[in-house]
Structures are given as C-alpha cells and as structure tokens.
T-cell receptor, first 114, second 111 residues
Framework: DGGITQSPKYLFRKEGQNVTLSCEQN?????MYWYRQDPGQGLRLIYY???????QKGDIAEGYSVSREKKESFPLTVTSAQKNPTAFYLC?????????????FGDGTRLSIL | DAKTTQPTSMDCAEGRAANLPCNHS???????VYWYRQIHSQGPQYIIH???NNETNEMASLIITEDRKSSTLILPHATLRDTAVYYC????????????FGDGTTLTVKP
C-alpha cells in the first residue's frame, strides 16, 4: 500500500545528543513536511521541501536540520541545540503538480528526553 | 496562508449531525479550505476540501459561505469514532507553499 512511514514510533534522547527521525513515502510526492505537536496544541511547521535537494525553514526551525537527497526520504535531525525536544513529530507529503491536493500524514514519532 | 479561527471544543450526540464552524475572513481568491481530523496519537487524516462550491464525499459535507469568509464541516450522523480534533486550514491553490495548522476543534461525540 502507498503511504508514509515514520520510524521509530517512540524515541528517547539523552541530553546533548542528536537524534534523527526517519520519514519515507512511496506516493511519488514532490513535497514533504515536518511538523511538531505539543500536548493539547496544533501542528507547527519545522521544515518543508518541495523538490529534491531543496528545503525551506518553517516557523520553528531552530535546533532542527533536514536533508532531501532522495524524493522519497526526508529525515529530520533534532540537534542538541533544541532545548525542549519532547514532542510528537509528524511528517507529511503532498503532490505539488496538482495544485489543490491535500497533505498525507504519517503516524508520527514521539520523542522524549531521558 | 490565511489564518483560521475555530471553537476550542464542541459536543455532539451520537447519531446526530455534527456541525463544525471555521472562520477565515482573510482568505484570498486562490485559497482552498481544507479539513483534517486527528484521533489521539495518530497523524491527521484528510477529510474534504473546497474552493467556493459546497462539497460532499463519503465522510462529510463542506459548506462554504458565498463571501468565502467562513465554512462549516458537517458530519451527518456522528459516531463515537468521530471523536477527534478537527482542523480547518486554508492554503494557496497555485504554486508552492505551506499550510498552517491552528489548534483545531475538539469534537466529543457522546452516547
């Protein structure tokens, strides 16, 4: 089945450690997105990428980094500079060529600090 | 992207219609209205979208006012499984861009 796969489902980070969250899609979508969600709140955009080898900062990019070397993959690294990384992270993708297409979401990764 | 305003929470009796409002008074002519929902600890699920005409699919109906400054998502026969957070967003139709998700409406369907 086509879809978006995020892994791992749960992730624990030690203080001062970088961690990378995986996002893979087999929908052949051009655009991919990373969102952060804190308890009881909506989604905030971290980074997005509309084509391979290009990405843009969202509203809360500080302390995060991304890469887009392949169309199907958009990994997110939470660096030690992100002082409050505990959150639910959601990846999404979207077909850009058809202008009104919706985003498709993965099931998220829950990151916690040890 | 235009900002949206939704009530924080709503209740609905099981089997009745759930009507979820959304204000988007600064929407521009090329922006679509999208609705998603998020069941606890899962990724958001796309429900429906529209530009200016009313839309219906197997999940819901979307009613957009003539001036496009507000819309209503209608779940015709709500079930307990419809309990979720519902997000209304607007985004440009052309070109490339991002969507902004607000805090949404928590809909609780009660037996």
């Amino acid at each position: 089945d086509g879809g978006i796969t995020q892994s791992p489902k749960y992730l624990f980070r030690k203080e001062g450690q970088n961690v990378t969250l995986s996002c893979e899609q087999n929908l052949n979508h051009d655009a991919m997105y990373w969102y952060r969600q804190d308890p009881g709140q909506g989604l905030r955009l971290i980074y997005y990428s509309q084509i391979v080898n290009d990405f843009q900062k969202g509203d809360i990019a500080e302390g995060y980094s991304v890469s887009r070397e392949k169309k199907e993959s958009f990994p997110l690294t939470v660096t030690s500079a992100q002082k409050n990384p505990t959150a639910f992270y959601l990846c999404a993708s979207r077909r850009e060529g058809d202008s009104n297409q919706p985003q498709h979401f993965g099931d998220g990764t829950r990151l916690s600090i040890l | 992207d235009a900002k949206t305003t939704q009530p924080t929470s709503m209740d609905c009796a099981e089997g009745r219609a759930a009507n979820l409002p959304c204000n988007h008074s600064t929407i521009s002519g090329n922006e679509y209205v999208y609705w998603y929902r998020q069941i606890h600890s899962q990724g958001p699920q796309y429900i429906i979208h529209g530009l200016k005409n009313n839309e219906t699919n197997e999940m819901a109906s979307l009613i957009i006012t003539e001036d496009r400054k507000s819309s209503t998502l209608i779940l015709p026969h709500a079930t307990l499984r419809d309990t979720a957070v519902y997000y209304c967003i607007v985004r440009v139709a052309e070109g490339r861009g991002k969507s902004t998700f607000g805090d949404g409406t928590t809909l609780t369907v009660k037996p």
